[in-house]
């Protein structure tokens, strides 16, 4: 059965950097946008970014805009996101996704079929 793995959360002070990662298993991952959401206690899960199947087209929300990359290598069939420059309102669990399309970009929670289980990102001032 299809599998989304995140790792690479913890805490860090703001200014800091980390890279979470999703690998993909039993997933034509070539086939998938991927994106990355996080959840805020008390808060609706929020889009982050999402990149296309081929790593050559990506959308993020304004708030992450220089700050946050999003990379992937279907070789290994892993996401990444690259976050530097964090604040405390990036405090959230992080949440990776897939939706099955070469033409899309979802950037709504609905708009996607798989999802992994969520690493907590947690940045103190």
């Known amino acids: 059965q299809v599998q989304l793995v995140e790792s690479g959360g913890g805490l860090v002070q703001a200014g800091g950097s980390l890279r979470l990662s999703c690998l993909a298993s039993e997933l034509a991952f070539r086939r998938y946008a991927m994106g990355w959401f996080r959840q805020a206690p008390g808060k609706e899960r929020e889009f982050v970014a999402v990149?296309?199947?081929?790593?050559?087209?990506?959308v993020y929300v304004d708030s992450v805009k220089g700050r946050f990359t999003i990379s992937r290598d279907n070789g290994e069939n892993t996401m990444y996101l690259q976050m530097n420059s964090l604040k405390p309102e990036d405090t959230a669990v992080y949440y990776c996704a897939a939706k099955q399309t070469y033409s899309t970009y979802p950037q709504t929670a609905g708009g996607y079929d798989y999802w992994g289980q969520g690493t907590q990102v947690t940045v103190s001032s």
């Open positions: 990149i296309n199947w081929s790593g050559g087209s990506t």
